[in-house]
């Protein structure tokens, strides 16, 4: 069993251990990235407990502001939501977590007037699209890389 909360201070050192353990970009967050998030956007931060009191997860996000009007009006937007980081310890995965801190968030976002939500995730992680689909997100894009063999040898 799990219960989810918003984020405090004293839960960073925590979050940022899940974080360097767990997320998938190319740069894992560092503590001050961890830090800036929740000064940042505090509302939008929420984590994971276990029965022990252990944070096992979290999910954090912001409102995209500066959209111009004619980009919302394309999506057919007000107001725009994008999910940053979420991530589930890999012991405490495939109970329900990652979904229950999701739809926290959404459900804050709905509530503050969000109406789209947008969403980056490395195609390699297929648990986490699976999930993401689940919860109603469609894949808007492809992000796409090639390395090329430098001229000099």
């Known amino acids: 069993m799990f219960r989810i909360r918003s984020c405090k201070k004293e839960d960073l050192n925590a979050v940022h251990k899940i974080s360097a353990e767990n997320t998938s970009f190319d740069a894992t967050p560092t503590p001050a990235d961890t830090e800036g998030m929740l000064a940042r956007n505090p509302e939008y931060f929420y984590v994971a407990i276990d029965n022990s009191g252990e944070i096992v997860g979290f999910v954090t996000g912001y409102e995209r502001k500066g959209i111009p009007e004619e980009v919302l009006r394309t999506w057919k937007a007000s ?12 012991a405490h995965r495939r109970q329900g977590i990652g979904m229950g801190l999701m739809n926290t968030l959404l459900r804050k976002f709905g509530e503050d007037g969000i109406d789209l939500v947008m969403l980056d995730v490395p195609a390699e992680q297929v648990a986490g699209v699976r999930l993401y689909e689940k919860l109603g997100f469609h894949v808007r894009a492809l992000n796409m890389r090639k390395y090329l063999e430098s001229e000099n040898p």
Not at 79 to 90: E, F, Q, T
């Open 79 to 90: 107001r725009v939501g994008y999910i940053d980081l979420m991530a589930v310890d890999s």
